[in-house]
């Protein structure tokens, strides 16, 4: 048997009480940020891109890494492949809900909040791309660069949408126009940068046959493990995996509106100061020379 030297390191480090390896996603409320990225250790990087990518399934509220993203056999990708190949609509359907979806992640530092250490921002697909469209500017370029990157002002807001059931949110976010240094303190940006986590130490490993019960059970009907505690039902289907069972599945109904909550004034003149404060530092941004 092939030793995983990684696993055993991570092991190591779990019996020891090591927590170097722990994410800290960022999840921010609505409000206004000023956020620095810096870059992955460059051997975690692959094809070149800054950001690291990695391919999940969401079955209900469980989320896993794709075996195959990692070479390794994937039973959902051979279910996938069979609902593909099908002329059924339905199956195609079924076959967009369940394939790996790709998020993107970032180291960063969110100013004002230096003493939570570094934290990692999970990329939807749009901040990925306005992210990415920023090093091929010419007037911005390396957003990552620890002595000459850009402050990035992220606003969270919402969007007046509901997704899943619960009001979604936007973000917009604007680059500095001059670059600065990650920090001032050589030393502590040089902490900064050593102190990236393991990234994949964001799942539970899951092996094949794992990972097999977890697509049959859905796909029967049955509970799920979800990693955020509790179950989740899958849809329904035949009791032959083989057959594609699109006739079968359930009528969802649409989620009710949730009536947005009114601030107290308090909240709302906290929140406006918090606003303001970050506006002038991102002003102060613009005025360097």
């Known amino acids: 048997m092939a030793l995983d030297l990684e696993a055993i390191k991570r092991r190591v480090a779990e019996l020891s ?10 999840k921010p409320p609505i409000g206004t940020y000023l956020v620095r990225a810096f870059p992955w250790p460059e051997e975690l990087l692959v094809d070149g891109m800054p950001f690291i990518e990695r391919w999940q399934y969401y079955i209900g509220k469980t989320c896993f890494l794709s075996p195959k993203s990692q070479g390794k056999p994937d039973p959902i990708d051979e279910f996938l492949k069979k609902l593909w190949s099908s002329k059924d609509p339905a199956d195609r359907e079924q076959a967009k809900e369940l394939s790996a979806k790709m998020k993107a992640y970032v180291p960063i530092i969110v100013r004002g909040q230096e003493d939570k250490g570094v934290q990692v921002w999970a990329l939807t697909k ?4 306005r992210l990415l469209s920023f090093f091929v500017d010419e007037w911005v370029g390396d957003i990552l660069s620890p002595t000459a990157g850009r402050d990035l002002k992220v606003t969270i807001s919402a969007s007046g949408k509901m997704y899943k059931g619960k009001p979604s ?5 604007d680059a500095a126009p001059h670059p600065s240094p990650l920090s001032k303190d050589p ?7 050593e102190s990236t986590p393991n990234i994949d130490g964001m799942w539970k490993p899951l092996t094949y046959k ?3 019960g977890v697509l049959t059970s859905w796909l029967a009907g049955d509970t799920v ?3 955020e505690g509790g179950e989740t039902r899958g849809a329904p289907a035949k009791d032959n995996l083989d057959a594609l069972q699109s006739e079968l599945k359930a009528e969802v109904a649409p989620a009710p509106k949730a009536e947005p909550k009114t601030k107290g004034k308090a909240e709302k003149a906290k929140a406006d100061a918090s606003k303001s404060a970050i ?4 002003d102060e941004l613009n005025d360097m020379a």
């Open 17 to 26: 009480g090591d927590k170097s390896d722990q994410v800290q996603l960022w």
């Open 126 to 129: 749009p901040v990925n791309q």
């Open 169 to 173: 949110l936007d973000t917009t976010v």
């Open 187 to 193: 030393e502590q940006a040089k902490k900064w940068l």
């Open 210 to 212: 794992e990972i097999e």
């Open 225 to 227: 493990p979800s990693q």
């Open 279 to 282: 506006d002038a530092a991102f």
